[in-house]
Nanobody, 124 residues
């Protein structure tokens, strides 16, 4: 059974940092694209960052320079390091997997597997 399990969310003050983790399991091989999404109340789910199987990364403009996506292949972990957090970063963060070659080519419908989410709350 395929699963994506996130952890690491919490409440921080503006300017603080959090590192989210995602453990993919049950995949016969590493999905081509692993990404982090977020969804704030009343807003649409949006992509935050993605990483291809070869390590190529991409970020949404709103988080560039503050967020780093990475993977530890030995430990089968996906990370999202978030620094200089802002109140507008408050959202539920989800890990997701898409069987596409490049995250840059993925649409929301391509993401077949989703985690349950981890809440990030940033206070001013």
């Amino acid at each position: 059974q395929v699963q994506l399990v996130e952890s690491g969310g919490g409440s921080v003050q503006a300017g603080g940092s959090l590192r989210l983790s995602c453990v993919p399991s049950g995949f016969t091989h590493r999905p081509g694209c692993l990404s982090w999404f977020r969804q704030a109340p009343g807003k649409e789910r949006e992509a935050v960052a993605g990483i291809d199987s070869d390590g190529r990364t991409g970020y949404t403009e709103a988080v560039k320079g503050r967020v780093t996506i990475s993977q530890d292949n030995a430990k089968n972990l996906l990370y999202l390091q978030m620094n200089s957090l802002r109140p507008e970063d408050t959202a539920m963060y989800y890990c997701a997997a898409a069987p596409v070659l490049r995250c840059a080519y993925a649409t929301l419908d391509d993401y077949e597997y989703w985690g349950q989410g981890t809440q990030v709350t940033v206070s001013s």
